[in-house]
């Protein structure tokens, strides 16, 4: 079992609908969480992150974290072409190691 | 120019040759990354910095991979005797603490083994 889970995809929604990527993990003891974008041929550039359970929001992004069910989710709003790309869910364990998934390809068709 | 950057952005390796990966943090910056990402996957990671010690050497694949950082600053990546299974793209990312909240990525090297 890897110990971060996604889907690669890809995902595809219409422009303006709602992007939902999802994530699993393995390691209970972790501790913070973090959606990176990365688009092709670029390196990760980080969106959110969330290390308490609930909701955090940020603009047209809003991180979901679920410890008892080891689930973080990533919700995009109004969905633009400019999100294509790939999203990387990623965990911090005890320490400073941080593993990421294999990453979920979002495509908005205009 | 405050970003991470890195050098080279490509390189070509003929198999069995030793290779330098180079990384500039964000100055100031206390921690540093360094992954390898596949195509098609995400990053890897291979070792961790806080200032020049390095922490966490737990992802470096084989005593073929050795990393530096001796005065807390740049970085180098070092492969020897290079595989074609070592073709790559090199990430380095830095932060400003010694919690890895938000990590600043390079542009990565990517290496290709011939």
């Known amino acids: 079992q890897k110990e971060v889970e996604q889907n690669s995809g890809p995902l595809s929604v219409p422009e303006g609908a709602i992007a939902s990527l999802n994530c699993t993990y393995s390691d209970r003891g972790s501790q913070s969480f973090f959606w990176y974008r990365q688009y092709s041929g670029k390196s990760p550039e980080l969106i959110m992150f969330i290390y308490s359970n609930g909701d955090k929001e940020d603009g047209r992004f809003t991180a979901q974290l679920n410890k008892a069910s080891q689930y973080v989710s990533l919700l995009i709003r109004d969905s633009q072409p400019s999100d294509s790309a790939t999203y990387l869910c990623?965990?911090?364990?005890?320490?400073?190691?941080?593993?990421f998934g294999i990453g979920t390809k979002l495509q908005v068709i205009p | 120019g405050a970003g991470v950057s890195q050098s080279p952005r490509y390189k070509v390796a003929k198999r069995g040759q030793d290779v330098a990966l180079r990384c500039d943090p964000i100055s100031g910056h206390v921690s540093l990354f360094w992954y390898q990402q596949a195509l098609g996957q995400g990053p890897e990671f291979l070792t961790y910095f806080q200032n020049e010690a390095q922490l966490d050497k737990s992802g470096l694949p084989s005593d073929r991979f050795f990393a530096e950082r001796p005065e807390g600053s740049v970085s180098t990546l070092k492969i020897q005797r290079t595989q074609q299974e070592d073709s790559a793209v090199y990430l380095c990312?830095?932060?400003?603490?010694?919690?890895?909240?938000?990590?600043?990525f390079g542009p990565g090297t990517r290496l290709t083994v011939t």
């Open positions: 990312a830095s932060s400003s603490g010694t919690v890895s909240y938000e990590q600043y």
């Open positions: 990623a965990v911090r364990g005890g320490y400073q190691k941080v593993t």
